[in-house]
């Protein structure tokens, strides 16, 4: 009995390390006993979770609103060249500038094409928008693309008789010779519609001024076959050959006998290729 008591005692004075050490006998059920705690996958149920954007993708997110903006406007430009809208047009190439969208963008831009294959330096040319014409220049709009027809901005606007046009293009490095599939050179397209500050332009230039055209027709052909008096003048004065046959064997006078022209006219040509002749 005493021996007992005494055994109840030292379990009580040795408190929990004690109890441990007595084969486990204090330790609760496996059913309550805690778990250790477990981290939820969040991510896994809820997706990842939001990061601040990195620089990289705020330059991609910015980079994607710019060829947005280009692609939407470049449309635009192209219209409003078409329709005259010069408000428009200055607008959108004052917003736009190598520096804001970059070069390559830039470019692309200005060489959108519409249906007949023109850009907007071709429409901008050919109307006389001398402003626009500067600005297109000045984001790199090429002088040298062609449309359907094969017409460089250089020739739509000598047809026009765009001369201040026709200096910016030639500034700007655009072919004096280039022969499109209607008119020739921009020396023909002039001529023939007897844009006589053109014409001369062109030839102080360096214009040819005996160029033949696919079927061998020169400036002085196309003049005297549609009574363009001023600017046949302006040939003969620089010098252009009366005599010389396209491929049918035609002079200019045998053109400009055969054509649609009045009496009155072709006398006056008459006399004009035969002063240059004697």
Same mark, same amino acid.
């Given at each position: 009995? #005493?021996?007992?008591?005494?055994?109840?005692?030292?379990?009580?004075? $040795?408190?929990?390390?004690?109890?441990?050490? /007595?084969?486990?006998?204090?330790?609760?059920?496996?059913?309550?006993?805690?778990?250790?705690?477990?981290?939820?996958?969040?991510?896994?149920?809820?997706?990842?979770?939001?990061?601040?954007?990195?620089?990289?993708?705020?330059?991609?997110?910015?980079?994607?609103?710019?060829?947005?903006?280009?692609?939407?406007?470049?449309?635009?430009?192209?219209?409003?060249?078409?329709?005259?809208?010069?408000?428009?047009? $200055?607008?959108?190439?004052?917003? $736009?500038?190598?520096?804001?969208?970059?070069?390559?963008?830039?470019?692309?831009?200005?060489?959108?094409? =519409?249906?007949?294959?023109?850009?907007?330096?071709?429409?901008?040319?050919?109307?006389?928008?001398?402003?626009?014409?500067?600005? #297109?220049?000045?984001?790199? +709009?090429?002088?040298?693309?062609?449309?359907? /027809?094969?017409?460089?901005?250089?020739?739509?606007?000598?047809?026009?008789?765009?001369?201040?046009?026709?200096? /910016?293009?030639?500034?700007?490095?655009?072919?004096?010779? !280039?022969?499109?599939?209607?008119?020739?050179?921009?020396?023909?397209?002039?001529?023939?519609?007897? !844009?006589?500050?053109?014409?001369? #332009?062109?030839?102080?230039?360096?214009?040819?001024?005996?160029? $033949? =055209?696919?079927?061998?027709?020169?400036?002085?052909?196309?003049?005297? +076959?549609?009574?363009?008096?001023?600017?046949?003048?302006?040939?003969?004065? !620089?010098?252009?050959?009366?005599?010389?046959?396209?491929?049918?064997?035609?002079?200019?006078?045998?053109?400009?006998?055969?054509?649609?022209?009045?009496?009155?006219?072709?006398?006056?040509? +008459?006399?004009?290729?035969?002063?240059?002749?004697?």
């Amino acid at each position: 009995m #005493l021996v007992h008591q005494a055994q109840q005692s030292q379990i009580v004075a $040795a408190g929990p390390a004690s109890r441990k050490s /007595l084969g486990g006998g204090c330790r609760p059920p496996p059913s309550l006993q805690r778990e250790p705690a477990v981290a939820l996958d969040l991510d896994g149920m809820f997706g990842e979770e939001p990061t601040t954007p990195s620089p990289r993708d705020e330059l991609s997110a910015e980079a994607m609103k710019t060829d947005q903006w280009c692609e939407r406007n470049s449309v635009a430009l192209l219209e409003a060249c078409g329709n005259r809208d010069v408000g428009k047009a $200055a607008r959108i190439l004052g917003q $736009a500038s190598a520096e804001h969208v970059g070069e390559e963008r830039m470019k692309k831009m200005v060489m959108l094409k =519409d249906d007949f294959r023109d850009t907007a330096l071709h429409l901008s040319a050919c109307q006389g928008e001398v402003g626009i014409v500067k600005l #297109l220049l000045a984001r790199g +709009a090429d002088v040298h693309a062609q449309n359907n /027809l094969g017409s460089t901005p250089l020739n739509r606007a000598a047809v026009a008789g765009r001369t201040e046009v026709v200096e /910016l293009l030639l500034d700007a490095g655009a072919n004096l010779e !280039h022969q499109d599939d209607i008119s020739g050179t921009p020396l023909h397209g002039a001529a023939r519609r007897n !844009h006589c500050s053109t014409v001369r #332009l062109l030839l102080n230039r360096g214009a040819s001024v005996d160029a $033949a =055209d696919g079927v061998g027709n020169r400036p002085l052909h196309l003049a005297s +076959a549609e009574g363009a008096i001023s600017a046949l003048g302006v040939l003969v004065n !620089h010098y252009a050959d009366p005599q010389v046959k396209n491929i049918r064997g035609q002079t200019p006078l045998d053109v400009a006998q055969a054509s649609w022209i009045g009496n009155f006219c072709k006398k006056k040509i +008459a006399r004009l290729l035969s002063t240059e002749s004697t």
